[in-house]
């Protein structure tokens, strides 16, 4: 369960990354999107925990 935890916050992370990165060349559609994806995981990761009585991670 930790690990599945840690998977899905290297997504989040993966995707604010992404999302940076799009915006640096200027494609702000595709960091909105990005961006926008990253949330969704991030609350999803944050439900998951909440039912595993998991905390935060040090990632």
């Known amino acids: 369960t930790e690990d599945k935890a840690k998977k899905m916050e290297k997504t989040v992370l993966d995707l604010v990354e992404e ?3 799009a915006f640096e060349k200027n494609d ?3 960091a909105l999107e990005k961006s926008e994806e990253a949330v969704r ?3 999803s990761l944050n439900r998951y925990r909440e039912e595993q009585n998991l905390g935060e ?3």
């Open 19 to 21: 999302s940076c990165l």
């Open 28 to 30: 702000s559609k595709l």
């Open 41 to 43: 995981n991030e609350k």
């Open 57 to 59: 991670s040090d990632l």
